[in-house]
Structure formats: structure tokens, C-alpha cells
């Protein structure tokens, strides 16, 4: 399973929007359009990243390239 990651743009942390939860799992996901499918060229379709809530499951998608991901230090 994908390990767990923290989200920010800029200094705003992202959390969830139906539980407040503060960890995702991060996936690219087309923005697929009728006309481009209709004339075969999903693949010029433009792409956003999806952050899907480790809690409940809520998928959000940010098309911001400002987004960062990262990984939580282990604290002792």
C-alpha cells in the first residue's frame, strides 16, 4: 500500500474537506473532455494530481503546480 503523505501549497497545509484528515495517498489523473475522446486524442488531455483521503476516501484534485507532497518525519 501506498505510504502515507502530507500535502501544502505554500504554507497552507491541505486537509481533507469531509474529515479533516491531514494524510493522502497521491495519484495523476486525467481531466478527460467528450471532444478530445470523440477524436481519439485522450492523450493530449490535460492531467491533475489527485490527493485521496487516507481516512475516508474523499478524492481532491489540484491542478495548482504549487502543490507539494511530502512525508511526515518520525518524531522520538
Known amino acids: 500500500m501506498a505510504r502515507a503523505l502530507h500535502a501544502a501549497i505554500g ?12 494524510t493522502f495517498r497521491k ?3 486525467l481531466l478527460n473532455s467528450t471532444g478530445m475522446e470523440l477524436f481519439n486524442m485522450a492523450w493530449a488531455n ?3 494530481t489527485g490527493l ?8 481532491h484534485l489540484f ?12 518524531e522520538r
Do not use: F
Not at 52 to 59: H, L, N, P
Not at 63 to 74: A, C, F, G, S
Open 11 to 22: 504554507e497552507h497545509p491541505i486537509l481533507c474537506l469531509m474529515c479533516d484528515n491531514d
Open 27 to 29: 495519484r495523476e489523473v
Open 46 to 48: 490535460e492531467s491533475a
Open 52 to 59: 485521496i483521503c487516507r481516512s475516508c476516501g474523499y478524492v
Open 63 to 74: 491542478v495548482n503546480r504549487d502543490l507539494r507532497t511530502y512525508r511526515q518525519k518520525w
